[in-house]
């Protein structure tokens, strides 16, 4: 394996003009406070001389590694179910009896929210995706003053839409609405 | 080029079963020699300690270490089994202070789900070709991100 470095990155050319020296009289230098300290540490070639293989092409191990992947991916997929309505049950019995003043219980709350939309993004589903951001956003930002009964209206409609009982029309429409509220609290607290 | 993973053993750290088993997936699929999953940053940080993986792939949110906590100790020259390790951070976290806060922590990579598979590979080929030293300064340690990256190119008969 050969290591190409990087250009240098461009310094003053020649054919720049030069300034002419200063009439005025020589300031004193001015005291500086020491630099931090900093080290440079060369890393270990090892892990890249063995994880670096040159007897392929980079097009062609690319595509054959993601075709392998899309197939694992699709058996994956048919293998969990419906991932969606049982992470967005967990997110509700975690919200449930929800108290504020509770930071532990917070904390519970605003992860079980990021893991389900984390789940959203992974099987295409925005609306909740966007449901669940916005839960986790109402949580991060009004943290001991966020209302329950915002808390519960994200839960019923992170459940209407895990569930499929909303079409995505009126998930949209009730992720729009639930980001208008949290939006509102949010200012209201600021 | 390709990434040689039936040289390389991993570590994933995820919360999110999902994602865990699709990543787990994902690399058995490219040939991973070895790869060991856990829900929580402590007991990834165990599994390391155990038997160090050349490649950690972590979520932020989890429970007890989260990422950023466990990029810390993975990063910590005095305690850590292999400061050095790349470590590829998943998150469905997008923001750029978040991204800037796992840089200053020193994740080599970093990617927003949703992640196709061919994303993940192209930014794990990154991460091992990526010849740039560390750099240690007494709040940090990790990828020198001032310098350029360079080539890596095979070695000439």
Same mark, same amino acid.
């Given at each position: 394996?050969?290591?190409?470095?990087?250009?240098?990155?461009?310094?003053?050319?020649? $054919?720049?003009?030069?300034?002419?020296?200063? $009439?005025?009289? *020589?300031?004193?230098? $001015?005291?500086?406070?020491?630099?931090?300290?900093?080290?440079?540490?060369?890393?270990?070639?090892?892990?890249?001389?063995?994880?670096?293989?040159?007897?392929?092409?980079?097009?062609?191990?690319?595509?054959?590694?993601?075709?392998?992947?899309?197939?694992?991916?699709?058996?994956?997929?048919?293998?969990?179910?419906?991932?969606?309505?049982?992470?967005?049950?967990?997110?509700?019995?975690?919200?449930?009896?929800?108290?504020?003043?509770?930071?532990?219980?917070?904390?519970?709350?605003?992860?079980?929210?990021?893991?389900?939309?984390?789940?959203?993004?992974?099987?295409?589903?925005?609306?909740?995706?966007?449901?669940?951001?916005?839960?986790?956003?109402?949580?991060?930002?009004?943290?001991?003053?966020?209302?329950?009964?915002?808390?519960?209206?994200?839960?019923?409609?992170?459940?209407?839409?895990?569930?499929?009982?909303?079409?995505?029309?009126?998930?949209?429409?009730?992720?729009?609405?639930?980001?208008?509220?949290? *939006?509102?609290?949010?200012?209201?607290?600021? | #080029?390709?990434?040689?993973?039936?040289?390389?053993?991993?570590?994933?750290?995820?919360?999110?079963?999902?994602?865990?088993? !699709?990543?787990?997936?994902?690399?058995?699929?490219?040939?991973?020699?070895?790869?060991?999953?856990?829900?929580?940053?402590?007991?990834?940080?165990?599994?390391?300690?155990?038997?160090?993986?050349?490649?950690?792939?972590?979520?932020?949110? #989890?429970?007890?270490?989260?990422?950023?906590? !466990?990029?810390?100790?993975?990063?910590?020259?005095?305690?850590?089994?292999?400061?050095?390790?790349?470590?590829?951070?998943?998150?469905?976290?997008?923001?750029?202070?978040?991204? #800037?806060?796992? #840089?200053?922590?020193?994740?080599?990579?970093? !990617?927003?789900?949703?992640?196709?598979?061919?994303?993940?590979?192209?930014?794990?080929?990154?991460?091992?070709?990526?010849?740039?030293?560390?750099?240690?300064?007494?709040?940090?340690?990790?990828?020198?991100?001032?310098?350029?990256?360079? !080539?890596?190119?095979?070695?000439?008969?």
């Amino acid at each position: 394996m050969r290591i190409i470095p990087a250009p240098p990155k461009a310094g003053k050319s020649s $054919r720049e003009p030069t300034r002419e020296p200063s $009439r005025e009289p *020589a300031r004193e230098p $001015r005291p500086t406070s020491p630099r931090p300290r900093r080290e440079t540490v060369p890393v270990p070639a090892d892990l890249r001389e063995r994880a670096l293989a040159f007897d392929a092409g980079y097009e062609e191990a690319l595509e054959e590694s993601v075709a392998r992947a899309e197939a694992a991916e699709a058996r994956v997929r048919a293998d969990t179910g419906d991932v969606l309505a049982a992470e967005a049950a967990r997110c509700a019995g975690v919200a449930d009896g929800f108290a504020a003043g509770d930071a532990a219980c917070r904390a519970r709350c605003l992860r079980a929210a990021h893991r389900l939309r984390g789940t959203a993004l992974g099987v295409a589903s925005p609306q909740v995706a966007r449901m669940a951001a916005s839960l986790a956003r109402l949580l991060a930002g009004a943290e001991s003053r966020t209302p329950g009964a915002l808390v519960a209206a994200h839960v019923d409609a992170l459940r209407a839409a895990a569930d499929g009982k909303a079409d995505a029309r009126a998930a949209e429409t009730l992720a729009r609405e639930l980001e208008a509220a949290v *939006a509102a609290v949010l200012a209201r607290l600021r | #080029m390709r990434i040689a993973f039936e040289n390389l053993s991993f570590v994933v750290a995820e919360d999110d079963p999902f994602w865990r088993r !699709l990543t787990v997936a994902w690399l058995e699929a490219f040939g991973a020699r070895s790869v060991r999953d856990t829900a929580d940053g402590a007991r990834a940080l165990a599994l390391m300690r155990e038997a160090p993986a050349d490649v950690v792939v972590t979520d932020w949110e #989890m429970p007890g270490l989260d990422g950023i906590a !466990l990029t810390r100790a993975l990063r910590d020259r005095a305690a850590s089994p292999n400061p050095f390790v790349p470590i590829l951070m998943l998150t469905a976290y997008g923001e750029r202070g978040r991204v #800037m806060r796992a #840089m200053r922590a020193g994740v080599s990579g970093y !990617l927003v789900k949703p992640v196709t598979p061919r994303a993940f590979y192209e930014r794990l080929l990154a991460v091992l070709a990526d010849t740039r030293p560390f750099v240690a300064t007494p709040h940090y340690f990790g990828p020198d991100r001032s310098r350029p990256q360079a !080539l890596v190119l095979p070695q000439e008969a």
